[in-house]
C-alpha cells in the first residue's frame, strides 16, 4: 500500500522527462511534484516532507550528487533514487554510498523504476516511524528528573532496591516510590520494558555519537 502522505519528487532539468515521468508514476498511484533544478527543490524543501526523490545527477548548476550532499548535511532523510544518461561507475559508488536507493541509466525500464520507488518508499515509511518512537521516547525522558533518571539506569542495570539505596544513600521505600514514578513517565508496565526503552535510548544516542564523528 502506498503511504498517503507520500510524494515522490522529481527533480531533472529535462521538461519532456520530468513529464514522462510524472505522468507513468501517477498512472500507478503515486502522489508526484517535479522541479526544474536542484536549487528549486531546496528552496521549496521541507524537513516534514514525506516520500522519496527521483533525482537527475547531471543538471545545469547544482548537479544531483551535490544535491545529494547538501541534503544529507541538512539531515533530509529522503531515499533517494538516481537516474541519468551519462552514468559511469565512480558516480554511481558515490551515490549508493551516500545511500541511494538505486543508480538507474536513461532511458529508464518503467517497472524497475516503480520497483524502486515502492521500495523507497517503504524505507522512508519505516525511518519516520522510527524517528516519532524516537521523539515519544525522548519526549518522555524528559519528563524524568535526575533522581529518576539516576533509578531509572540502576534498575535497568539488575539493582534491587536496597542495592540502589545504599548507592545513592536513600531508603528502599524512597527508592520504591522514585521507580513507580519513573516507570509512570515512561509508561512502562514492568522491568523488562524499562529495559527495552533505556536500550533503544542508549543505541540512539550510539548512532548520533556515530554521525557526529563522521
Not at 105 to 118: F, G, M, R, T, W
Request: with cysteine; proline share 3%; charged share 25%.
Amino acid at each position: 500500500m502506498i503511504p498517503t502522505d507520500s510524494i515522490v519528487f522529481i527533480v531533472d532539468d529535462d521538461e519532456a522527462v520530468r513529464d514522462s515521468l510524472a505522468l507513468l508514476l501517477s498512472l500507478n498511484g503515486f502522489a508526484t511534484r517535479v522541479f526544474e533544478s536542484a536549487e528549486h527543490f531546496l528552496a521549496a524543501c521541507q524537513p516534514e516532507w514525506a516520500g522519496c526523490l527521483v533525482l537527475d545527477i547531471r543538471m545545469q548548476g547544482m548537479d544531483g550528487l551535490e544535491l545529494q550532499r547538501t541534503l544529507n548535511a541538512r539531515n533530509v532523510r529522503l531515499p533517494i533514487i538516481v537516474i541519468t544518461a551519462h552514468g559511469d561507475v565512480a558516480m554511481a559508488r558515490e551515490a549508493l554510498k551516500a545511500g541511494a536507493v538505486d543508480f538507474l541509466e536513461k532511458p529508464i525500464d518503467d517497472q524497475l523504476l516503480i520497483a524502486n520507488v515502492s521500495i523507497a518508499l517503504d524505507r522512508n515509511l519505516q525511518e519516520r516511524s522510527v524517528a516519532a518512537r524516537s521523539a515519544e521516547r525522548e519526549q518522555k525522558m524528559a519528563r524524568l528528573t535526575t533522581r529518576e533518571r539516576e533509578v531509572m539506569l540502576l534498575v535497568a542495570a539488575g539493582k534491587h532496591a536496597r542495592e540502589i539505596a545504599a548507592e545513592l544513600n536513600i531508603s528502599p521505600r524512597t527508592v520504591e516510590v522514585y521507580k513507580a514514578r519513573m516507570m509512570e513517565k515512561l509508561q512502562v508496565r514492568n522491568v523488562p520494558e524499562l529495559i527495552r526503552v533505556v536500550l533503544d535510548a542508549e543505541n540512539a544516542f550510539a548512532k548520533v555519537q556515530v554521525r557526529t564523528a563522521v
